[in-house]
């Protein structure tokens, strides 16, 4: 059999066609339902995340700085490719995962409690949950500042050693023994 069809539609490719169909649209039924109860899990707990010590500005500020590393520590996972033993890549991956999932999550669990755009205030499930407003600018804030400062800490770090070694080839250069690296290549 070589695999051709002669314009004929096969049993085998149909069974395969609706089997794909049932495969999305179950995986879309559960996706919605895990965002479902995932909405009711932050209208339940918000409420008392918010009343802890420090209310919904310590929790914005908290939930911030999970943003902010939780970000940066996902981006020095991603630049860890020097080992490539398949443990090494999966742990990487774990890691991506796990530390933008966290980032990620503070901010989706903040906008989950906030009420829904098209939902009328008289229903529980879409009424307004104090301070959930407030931690939502808190961790906006903290994420943009904090995160801002740690960029400009790395940056500024990464552009001092590049002087260095910049200064350091310069110096070799001047006693006749450096090499620019393009020449360093050719031979």
């Not at 609706?18 to 965002?35: D, E, F, P, Q, T």
């Not at 995932?38 to 500020?61: H, I, M, Y």
């Not at 630049?79 to 991956?93: E, P, V």
Request: hydrophobic share 45%; with cysteine; charged share 20%.
């Amino acid at each position: 059999m070589t695999g051709q069809t002669d314009g004929k539609f096969q049993i085998r490719e149909g069974v395969g066609l609706a089997i794909g169909v049932l495969v999305v649209l179950g995986m879309s039924a559960v996706g919605l339902w895990i965002l479902g109860t995932g909405k009711r899990f932050v209208r339940e707990t918000a409420p008392a995340l918010l009343d802890w010590p420090g209310g919904s500005w310590g929790l914005g500020f908290t939930f911030g700085l999970v943003t902010v590393f939780g970000g940066f520590a996902g981006l020095w996972f991603c630049d860890q490719a020097t080992k490539t033993t398949r443990l090494h890549r999966a742990a990487r991956i774990v890691g991506m995962v796990v530390c933008w999932g966290a980032a990620f999550g503070v901010l989706m669990y903040l906008l989950a409690s906030l009420p829904g755009k098209n939902c009328p205030s008289s229903e529980e499930r879409c009424s307004y949950i104090p301070g959930s407003g407030t931690a939502l600018v808190a961790h906006l804030l903290t994420a943009g500042l904090v995160g801002w400062a740690v960029h400009r800490a790395v940056n500024s770090r990464e552009e001092k050693r590049n002087a260095r070694e910049r200064q350091r080839l310069r110096k070799l250069r001047k006693k006749g023994k450096g090499k620019s690296r393009a020449a360093a290549r050719r031979s």
